[in-house]
């Protein structure tokens, strides 16, 4: 019998740390379910800060400022930091310099789901940030990102130039505030239920265990 289908839509920026730890809970639970249940997951853009300038901000200072000071600012990327070290991350904070405006790298997630790239894309870019403190916001650091992906570097270039996708970006964007998402990660599953929040492995596993049973027309799965 073929195994029933979910489709999972991922709303996030790759700036988000809580989108990074809800990637790798999510890819463990399609990974523990994979033999029954055959997923399709896609990502969609959404800016944590779209107001940031083009060359970003310091990254320390506008979390400071986010959280409370120095005190607020310790305590919470201690608290991810630890999170992230379950799934498997390696947060560094201290290595991120700049806090980007993220439109030029969710252009080219657009730009590499054209190639077939789009989820490679976006994990490197997450990697990129939150692993390396690779600053997200020069093109001269975008480029190589996507050319360790095979794409044409040259051609990269020329795109992160112009502007193409940025209207499509937008108003996927646009789309997803009036769906009512104002938080991320956010996830739409076979675009009837909305789960939000990097939900615990088990949680994934428990809903698509339910949802696949629905889809298939059975009592199991």
């Not at 379950?86 to 789901?113: M, V, W, Y």
């Not at 020329?158 to 209207?167: A, P, R, W, Y």
């Not at 939000?196 to 088990?202: F, H, K, M, N, R």
């Not at 698509?208 to 027309?217: C, D, H, Q, T």
Request: proline share 4%; aromatic share 8%; net charge negative.
């Amino acid at each position: 019998m073929d195994k029933p289908v979910i489709k999972i839509d991922v709303v996030s920026d790759v700036v988000c740390p809580w989108c990074y730890i809800g990637k790798r809970r999510l890819e463990k639970a399609i990974d523990q379910l994979k033999d029954k249940i055959a997923f399709v997951v896609e990502y969609h853009p959404f800016e944590l800060n779209p107001d940031a300038p083009k060359e970003g901000l310091n990254h320390k200072a506008y979390l400071m400022e986010k959280f409370g000071g120095e005190i607020g600012y310790q305590k919470m990327t201690n608290h991810v930091v630890g999170m992230a070290a379950q799934e498997g991350l390696k947060f560094n904070f201290s290595d991120q310099h700049i806090s980007p405006n993220t439109l030029d790298a969710h252009r080219l997630i657009a730009f590499a789901k054209r190639h077939g790239k789009q989820s490679e894309m976006k994990e490197a870019l997450m990697n990129a940030y939150f692993e390396k403190g690779v600053d997200l916001s020069e093109n001269q650091n975008l480029v190589p990102i996507a050319a360790a992906l095979g794409l044409d570097g040259s051609d990269v270039e020329t795109f992160l130039k112009g502007n193409e996708l940025t209207i499509e970006v937008k108003l996927e964007e646009h789309r997803n505030q009036q769906r009512g998402i104002s938080g991320v990660p956010f996830y739409i599953i076979n675009d009837k239920y909305g789960v939000s929040g990097a939900q615990p492995t088990e949680g994934f596993i428990q809903a698509f265990m339910e949802i696949g049973s629905l889809a298939s027309g059975s009592g199991e799965v």
